[in-house]
């Protein structure tokens, strides 16, 4: 059992490349979360997927898309990368509860992107 | 709407003395409260977590924390500070209603001297 894992572990990209961070969950979890970290704001959630096929912004979703073809899947896509998006991003997941928002949320190890 | 501050952005405790990090919270629900602990270079690990049942939270590693609705507070405590403490702390927010999203407090960064 895994848990959550997340593929790179670091990126540089310059200025106008593309990626796609992938995540992966072996819990069977319903959701899943893409959140970017940055010092003094703590973490910041920028989509989210409450099953599979379904995607929805979060607080900061500018920049970046997201799809969950598969329910242990969830990837974060940049179209075209900014300076701005130079961040540690953490997936996490967690099952559906009841009530809603008291299960815990698992985390992946993070992806540390450099946007030059 | 919810959120979370967390009033010190950097506590320095000496090895064996007590550690107390505060947070306040706003919710309009009733919410569920959390703390996650970073070390270095790492990812997050869930302290304990507080769901509408016991007021005081025990958690791993010797931490608790006590939920406080008329003050809006939910503070970590630990009586003895151990070096492997040393760590970047978040007290998170989740309501009933917000699909399991978290929000996060800036966090506090804990320093322990010997």
């Known amino acids: 059992n895994a848990g959550v894992t997340q593929t790179p572990k670091f990126r540089v990209l310059k200025t106008g490349q593309s990626m796609t961070l992938l995540c992966a969950q072996d819990m069977n979890h319903e959701y899943m979360y893409w959140y970017r970290q940055d010092p003094g704001m703590g973490l910041r959630l920028i989509h989210y997927s409450v099953g599979e096929g379904t995607t929805a912004k979060g607080e900061v979703p500018d920049g970046y898309n997201v799809s969950r073809l598969k329910k242990q899947n969830f990837l974060l896509g940049l179209e075209s990368a900014a300076p701005s998006q130079t961040s540690v991003y953490f997936c996490?997941?967690?099952?559906?509860?009841?009530?809603?928002?008291?299960?815990?949320?698992?985390f992946g190890p993070g992806t540390r992107l450099t946007v030059l | 709407a919810q959120s979370v501050t967390q009033l010190d952005s950097h506590v320095s405790v000496s090895e064996g003395t007590p550690v107390l990090l505060r947070c306040n919270y706003s919710?309009?629900?009733?919410?569920?409260l959390f703390w996650y602990v970073q070390h270095p270079n790492k990812g997050l690990q869930l302290l304990l977590k507080y769901t509408s049942a016991a007021t005081l939270v025990k958690g791993i590693n010797g931490f608790e924390a006590e939920f406080k609705k008329s003050e809006t507070s939910f503070h970590l405590t630990k009586p003895s500070a151990h070096m492997s403490d040393a760590a970047e702390y978040f007290c998170?927010?989740?309501?009933?209603?917000?699909?399991?999203?978290?929000?996060f407090g800036a966090g506090t960064q804990v320093v322990v001297t010997p």
């Open positions: 998170v927010v989740s309501g009933t209603d917000s699909w399991g999203k978290l929000q």
């Open positions: 919710s309009s629900y009733s919410p569920s």
């Open positions: 996490a997941s967690n099952s559906v509860g009841s009530p809603l928002g008291t299960d815990t949320q698992y």
